[in-house]
């Protein structure tokens, strides 16, 4: 394993990239290392676009033991910008533990259509508009409106395919 630095503003910029957590979809561990996808030995390439971060044990498994694939590592590098790009840092999340779990079904709490909205917009997630807690507000007007508490969405099954593919390090662009 080549142990020469990466500059530092690159380094810094590839954690950032991943939230200073293991890029792959299903392990998400924190750290503060980062690997050459195209290895530095053959490539001297210490460029943002051939860094990822990983945690130890998934470098150890993908640059010593080759128990992970360097096509799907390439993939888990590609889907972090889009996904970054794409949705918040809630959602992200949300895929992540949806990933690990198979739930189809989840609840949030007030403001969870706002957390959600950009995979509600994809077709990923479905409000299936179930009867939960809400908080009336009304004034001396004749104002009143009642504003759901908790919202229960449904993973459709363009829902889960998708998240399929970001855990499995397919293309989800
Ligand atoms: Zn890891």
Redesign the pocket.
């Known amino acids: 394993m080549s142990r020469h630095a990466v500059p530092a503003e690159v380094k810094r910029a590839v954690l950032d990239e991943a939230g200073h957590r ?1 890029a ?1 979809p299903t ?3 924190t ?1 503060t290392e980062i690997a050459h996808i195209a290895p530095w030995a053959d490539t001297h390439d210490d460029s943002f676009e051939n860094l990822i971060a ?2 130890p ?2 470098h150890t498994r993908f640059d010593q033991k080759k128990e992970i694939d360097r096509l799907a590592v390439r993939m888990y590098k590609h889907n972090l910008g889009i996904l970054n790009n794409r949705y918040g840092e809630f959602e992200r999340r949300l895929f992540e533990v949806l990933a690990k779990s198979n739930e189809r079904v989840f609840v949030l709490g007030a403001a969870g259509d706002l957390l959600v909205a950009n995979a509600i917009k994809d077709g990923f997630f479905e409000d299936k508009h179930v009867e939960g807690m809400g908080f009336l507000v009304s004034g001396d007007n004749g104002f009143s409106k009642n504003f759901p508490m908790t919202f229960t969405y449904w993973v459709t099954d363009a829902g889960v395919e998708f998240i399929r593919r970001f855990a499995s390090g397919a293309d989800i662009a």
């Open positions: 293991c792959i392990c998400r561990a750290t990983l945690c044990n998934c």
